[in-house]
């Protein structure tokens, strides 16, 4: 909740950002990428100029790794990939533009989506200004992290001198990153947490909220919203392991792991499906969770993923602590992860740098120009795919001379394996810090827990389209059916369906997205309509 302190760096340090990225990459400390960004754009209304050089800096690296082809380079590439989309979803940084009205007027906060402009003004934030509402607009940043704090700070700034006079409040959440940083700004608000708690409380002024293309995930009743933020907050306590603990965790693990039977099915699964394939690291976690399940369960952590999440986050306090680092790096050789010198993992990089290369010459085949779509195979294809839209638009913005179809057939296995473990590629310890440790597309439990104290509940628009595939009508539905059960007036829950692209409402029907705004203000402000 407070600005962190980032060094900038100068015209002259720049010069040697390549190579700051070169030896993050070397080092395999992949969270020094996210701070080596930072820097280079910790400055005063930043250069075009210098944000074109950080993408194509990142994208050369890339490249560098995919023409390469060596095995041990792989996770790098992901963690480029990685940093990439993230970056991608954040095209203004910390912006947070205020278009302010007369004294006293009522705000309207717009949540732009992914790759969204906040500082170029568009049909919702024209027409807000139009009804005489004072507008605060911006587009969620998660990359560099440091730049989502400061973003945190800036708005809570412009909401508070917004806030005068009575002024109440009316939320436009676009899409899914719009849901999400919606979520956890209301979170942060209700329960009166940096940097929100000197704004007037959540409940007292917020008057109406418009959901563009969204909510995205499941209908969640304000008991059940409550039960999981419980849980979560459960999940989340001071529990820390000792260090006698967290040596003795290490060693039974390692005694597991290292066992006949385990390492047979670990060399099956490397034969079964292509090495480093999303397939293979999901069956590889899987079979990894076999192992660790129960032995997470006798040091009181669930049996699960999450519970490998909330080991790690007990332990971080012994990361450097030269034991606890040496056995990490020793469970790391068995599995042949980040496992330089480890026999197990020479003996598998010719047969892997083989497949990594007959895969690469089968990608650069077909001739994919900027337009073709790209198939992704595995669980995560769907996340796959949304990187590859969101890396598109980066790169048409940035590099507009490259292909962008053709280039991201190129990077088509990194792509993938980003998509599988997200913020973890840049290091378990770096993705508990930040909020790249949070799911993508927020907590659906800190808005219900703080929509449910909102009374009496505030009208609602469901403004969707039944040709939204990113979001379908079913998911808008069911939000909507559940606002109408929880308020006290019927004509409260509005909804207006418009035949568009997801995201792409206004520029379809401008005049029906309009009357549908225009009536939820009547209900929000009878008295000022």
């Known amino acids: 909740g407070e600005c962190p302190a980032i060094p900038s760096m ?126 605060v607009t911006t587009c969620r940043c998660i990359f560099p992290d440091a730049f989502r704090k400061y973003q945190e700070v800036q708005l809570a700034g412009e909401l508070q001198e917004a806030f005068v006079e009575g002024a109440r409040l009316v939320v436009h959440i676009c899409g899914r990153h719009g849901h999400a940083m919606w979520c956890h700004v209301a979170g942060l608000w209700e329960r009166r947490q940096k940097p929100f708690q000197r704004l007037p409380p959540l409940r007292a002024c917020l008057a109406a909220v418009v959901w563009e293309c969204g909510p995205p995930e499941e209908a969640l009743p304000p008991r059940e919203a409550a039960a999981l933020q419980e849980e979560r907050r459960a999940a989340a306590g001071p529990r820390e392991l000792t260090l006698d603990e967290a040596l003795r965790m290490q060693r039974e693990l390692y005694a597991q792991f290292s066992r006949d039977e385990f390492m047979d099915r670990l060399e099956d699964l490397e034969e079964t499906h292509k090495m480093g394939s999303a397939k293979f690291i999901a069956a590889r976690n899987k079979l990894f969770l076999e192992v660790q399940a129960p032995i997470l369960v006798r040091y009181g952590f669930e049996g699960s993923h999450r519970g490998v999440v909330q080991m790690l986050g007990a332990a971080a306090r012994w990361n450097g602590h030269a034991d606890y680092k040496r056995n990490v790096e020793r469970l790391n050789c068995l599995l042949g992860i980040n496992a330089e010198g480890s026999s197990e993992h020479d003996r598998r990089v010719g047969d892997a740098r083989k497949d990594l290369v007959s895969a690469q010459k089968q990608q650069a085949q077909p001739s994919a120009e900027n337009g073709d779509a790209i198939q992704y195979e595995g669980d995560t294809a769907g996340m796959a795919s949304c990187m590859d839209a969101c890396l598109r638009s980066l790169l ?134």
Not at 11 to 24: H, M, P, Q, V
Not at 79 to 84: D, M, N, P, R, T
Request: overall charge neutral; hydrophobic content about 45%.
């Open 10 to 135: 100068s015209a002259e340090d720049f010069s040697g950002f390549g190579g700051r990225l070169r030896e993050a990459l070397d080092s395999q400390r992949y969270g020094d990428l996210e701070q080596a960004v930072a820097e280079a754009l910790w400055v005063k209304n930043v250069p075009q100029e210098r944000l074109r050089d950080v993408v194509r800096e990142l994208v050369g690296l890339l490249r560098e790794v995919v023409a390469k082809g060596r095995d041990e380079d792989f996770l790098s590439g992901c963690a480029l990939a990685h940093a990439l989309f993230r970056f991608s979803l954040s095209p203004s940084l910390d912006r947070v533009v205020t278009r302010p009205s007369r004294t006293g007027a009522h705000v309207a906060l717009i949540l732009e989506a992914a790759a969204a402009h906040a500082e170029e003004p568009t049909p919702r934030s024209k027409f807000y200004a139009a009804r005489g509402l004072t507008t």
């Open 396 to 529: 048409a913005r940035h590099m507009p001379e490259a292909s962008p179809g053709k280039m991201l057939l190129e990077l088509k296995a990194y792509v993938l394996g980003a998509s599988v473990r997200g913020a973890f590629w840049l290091g378990d310890d770096y993705a508990l810090r930040t909020d790249s440790g949070r799911p993508l597309w927020g907590d659906p439990a800190d808005w219900a827990a703080a929509d449910a104290a909102v009374q009496p509940r505030v009208p609602r628009l469901f403004l969707h389209s039944g040709e939204d595939e990113v979001v379908p009508r079913r998911a808008v539905e069911a939000h909507a059916r559940l606002a109408e059960e929880q308020q006290s007036s019927s004509g409260d829950v509005l909804r207006q369906e418009v035949q568009a692209q997801h995201l792409r409402l206004w520029q379809a029907s401008r005049l029906v997205c309009e009357q549908a705004v225009a009536a939820l203000l009547k209900r929000a402000f009878p008295l000022k309509e």
